[in-house]
T-cell receptor, first 110, second 114 residues
């Protein structure tokens, strides 16, 4: 069956350091979405990737979709305290089944 | 953001109580979802409704009973819950249930079962 692994589970960084979270699937994906959930908040949509090898940027955030459409990454350059939260991927496999990644909790030390 | 609202925001109930969670979306979407988010666990999809019809039910215990009277409202009826059901219950909506539809989440109901 569909396996999805999001790593790391936790990441503690010093403000100004970079951060990357990865989402890996055992099967080919139709697309992938990324969400952010601030502490005490609810998930908020960030971006969607559809095409093989796609790269999208939002200010200091860079999102990539692997060539084989089995993995994706979210990279934050020069983290700020406002980046704190849990980032998780939402996958739809080829059968259209919705699957969430386990999430990566980011903490940023000022 | 007020696109998706949930009430109550906090709920404490005993194991013999019956309560209901309410969700309302003001976005004109056709699909609505219930999720459970327990501490240190990923989001668990519970139910999906599309145009008021249940299209997905992920092996959720019968003590959770969803109701979708129209495309703007979604309820989760709770009865004889267990302490392990304590969690954040999130409602979401999307334009459709397709893979490209982004989801808009409500603020959640923090449920504690005593």
């Amino acid at each position: 069956g569909q396996q999805v692994m999001q790593i790391p589970q936790y990441q503690h960084v010093q403000e100004g350091e970079d951060f990357t979270t990865y989402c890996n699937s055992s099967t080919t994906l139709s697309n992938i979405q990324w969400y952010k959930q601030r502490p005490g908040g609810h998930p908020v949509f960030l971006i969607q990737l559809v095409k093989s090898g796609e790269v999208k940027k939002q200010k200091r955030l860079t999102f990539q979709f692997g060539e084989a459409k089995k993995n994706s990454s979210l990279h934050i350059t020069a983290t700020q305290t406002t980046d704190v939260g849990t980032y998780f991927c939402l996958l739809y496999n080829q059968g259209g089944k919705l699957i969430f990644g386990q999430g990566t909790e980011l903490s940023v030390k000022p | 953001e007020t696109g998706v609202t949930q009430t109550p925001r906090h709920l404490v109930m005993g194991m013999t109580n019956k309560k209901s969670l309410k969700c309302e979306q003001h976005l004109g979407h056709n699909a609505m979802y219930w999720y459970k988010q327990s501490a240190k666990k990923p989001l668990e999809l519970m139910f999906v409704y599309s145009l008021e019809e249940r299209v997905e039910n992920n092996s959720v215990p019968s003590r959770f009973s969803p109701e979708c009277p129209n495309s703007s409202h979604l309820f989760l009826h709770l009865h004889t819950l267990q302490p392990e059901d304590s969690a954040l219950y999130l409602c979401a909506s999307s334009q459709g249930t397709g893979p490209l539809d982004e989801q808009y989440f409500g603020p959640g109901t923090r449920l504690t079962v005593t």
